[in-house]
């Protein structure tokens, strides 16, 4: 079955730590994107890699990080830097003849 | 700057049809994306227009307009699991996507 999964479902952290959140996929998509949704409003874009070993910054990219050493994997690290953390965290990818994004089934992270 | 409005909600009936607007001023145009967010979970995809005209698919359809920036997204024969917020998005000249805030369905019995 091909997919898309992110682990955990629910994450919760305490204020000043850094925390990872994980996207790994089996599409052998090559596009692969983080997004951040906060309540009632659309999906902004923090990171988005083409290619393995290059990503991009998207519209709100401070206070995180990401990194793309392989095709299947794109974690996104929230650091101590980001001010609101508290959101539902997205991973999409794109690939092949069709234009639309698939998404994982998010992250709901809380920083208390 | 690049911009996409959506009516924040609707209410309808169970069993009638409503037509969700999408107004877009973007930075190029290369499609149209409409996607079916439930609450809690990730959007999952609809419907894709890049081509003026009428695009069918099921009890759901998808419009586009291209010189008036405008498409709708048309739900037939209502179900309760219709119940969800509907997210249109741009793919602009860079190959992005733009989204809009999404709208809000409430289906009443």
């Known amino acids: 079955d091909g997919g898309i999964t992110q682990s955990p479902k629910y994450l919760f952290r305490k204020e000043g730590q850094n925390v990872t959140l994980s996207c790994e996929q089996n599409?052998?998509?090559?596009?692969m994107y983080w997004y951040r949704q906060d309540p009632g409003q659309g999906l902004r874009l923090i990171y988005y890699?083409?290619?393995?070993?290059?990503?991009q910054k998207g519209d709100i990219a401070e206070g995180y990080s990401v990194s793309r050493e392989k095709k299947e994997s794109f974690p996104l690290t929230v650091t101590s830097a980001q001010k609101n953390p508290t959101a539902f965290y997205l991973c999409a990818t794109t690939g092949g003849d069709v234009p639309e994004q698939y998404f994982g089934p998010g992250t709901r992270l809380t920083v208390t | 700057g690049q911009n996409i409005d959506q009516p924040t909600e609707m209410t309808a009936t169970e069993g009638a049809i409503v037509q969700i607007n999408c107004t877009y001023q973007t930075s190029g145009f290369n499609g149209l994306f409409w996607y079916q967010q439930h609450a809690g979970e990730a959007p999952t995809f609809l419907s894709y227009n890049v081509l003026d005209g009428l695009e069918e698919k099921g009890r759901f359809s998808s419009f586009l307009s291209r010189s008036k920036g405008y498409s709708y997204l048309l739900l037939k024969e209502l179900q309760m699991k219709d119940s969800a917020s509907y997210l249109c998005?741009?793919?602009?000249?860079?190959?992005?996507?733009?989204w809009g805030a999404g709208t809000k369905l409430i289906i009443k019995p």
């Open positions: 599409l052998n998509h090559d596009a």
């Open positions: 998005a741009v793919l602009d000249s860079n190959y992005q996507l733009i």
């Open positions: 890699s083409q290619i393995v070993n290059d990503f």
